[in-house]
């Protein structure tokens, strides 16, 4: 959880760490593309949908697996509140 964690974090601290993933990922997509590869989805620095990626990632893999361990923990569930809160962040600015 400590890779993803990020998403529940504050949005100052959640900006600060998803700007230094898009930057490994925009470098894995130059990668490719010198590479003649076809440059993978949200990877790619020449159409950045860097919202949209991050919303993606909350629907399918955050949220549902904050709300999991929240069941378990319920100490937990602030971390489901700040990532909805940095969700609608994306949402905004997309």
């Known amino acids: 959880m400590a890779d993803i964690s990020n ?17 490994e990922f925009f470098a894995q997509g130059d990668n490719e593309r010198a590479r003649g590869d076809t440059v993978s989805p949200f990877m790619d620095r020449q159409q950045p949908h ?28 602030f971390a489901v509140d700040i990532a909805l809160t940095n969700k609608a962040y994306w949402k905004q600015v997309e």
């Open 50 to 77: 860097m919202g949209k990626g991050q919303v993606a990632f909350m629907n399918y893999v955050i949220l549902p697996m904050f709300e999991s361990i929240g069941e378990y923990l319920p100490e937990m569930m």
């Open 7 to 23: 998403c529940g974090r504050p949005l100052d601290m959640y900006l600060k760490w998803s700007t230094k993933l898009v930057e």
